[in-house]
């Protein structure tokens, strides 16, 4: 049982690079959320999955686009990387309820030039 | 006003203090409260919940939760070292869908 997975842990990109962090859970989980951390700025919610086949706007989901692929796999993309995305990516997954804890994998570091 | 708000700290004690932790939050009609432990550059983990008012005990960390005045609190007794991190508060029903909502942290720093 893995828990919650993210690849890749260390990316550097250049400003306008485009590329997609991946996120994967194993727990059956329906949902599913991606999160970015800057310090000082504790964690900010950028788009979430309630269930397959859904997303919605978190916070600060500019700069960025979800799929979530299927019930396991929830991926983020960056289609024109900018300086100001540098952060440290967190996905987590949720089961539905007000008693549930959230998981979180253990990050991707992203930093753009 | 933060929605769920936190002293950012430092928060330091020396070691076999207690350690308090708070945390406010918006809306009366949250219904859980959660707080997770962050190491540096590591990912959040789960260390206590609280649904109904009152404390809850587990080990050395007791959550304390008052709905009328919208307070959580985080007690940590006989800190060590090892419990130097982030604190991270979470409440569960501030806004629309299944999503907890995060304060910013606080850091403690437990001295030797």
């Known amino acids: 049982n893995a828990g919650v997975t993210q690849t890749p842990k260390f990316q550097v990109l250049k400003t306008g690079q485009s590329m997609t962090l991946q996120c994967a859970q194993d727990m059956n989980h329906n949902s599913m959320y991606w999160y970015r951390q800057d310090p000082g700025m504790g964690l900010r919610l950028i788009y979430y999955?309630?269930?397959?086949?859904?997303?919605d706007k978190g916070e600060v989901p500019n700069g960025y686009n979800v799929s979530r692929l299927n019930k396991r796999e929830f991926s983020l993309r960056l289609e024109s990387a900018a300086p100001s995305q540098t952060s440290v990516y967190f996905c987590?997954?949720?089961?539905?309820?007000?008693?549930?804890?959230?998981?979180f994998g253990p990050g991707t570091r992203l930093t753009v030039l | 006003q933060k929605e769920v708000e936190q002293n950012s700290g430092p928060l330091s004690v020396p070691e076999g203090a207690i350690a308090s932790l708070n945390c406010t939050y918006s809306?009366?009609?949250?219904?859980?409260f959660f707080w997770y432990r962050q190491y540096s550059g590591k990912s959040p983990e789960l260390i206590m919940s609280i649904y109904s008012n009152g404390d809850k005990e587990d080990g050395r960390f007791t959550a304390q939760l008052n709905k009328a005045s919208q307070y959580v609190s985080l007690l940590i007794r006989d800190s060590q070292p090892s419990d130097s991190a982030t604190y991270l508060c979470?409440?569960?029903?501030?806004?629309?869908?299944?999503?907890?909502?995060f304060g910013g942290g606080t850091r403690l720093m437990v001295k030797p």
């Open positions: 979470a409440v569960w029903g501030l806004r629309a869908g299944n999503m907890l909502t």
């Open positions: 987590a997954s949720r089961e539905g309820g007000i008693y549930n804890e959230q998981f």
């Open positions: 809306d009366r009609v949250s219904q859980s």
């Open positions: 999955s309630a269930s397959e086949g859904t997303t």
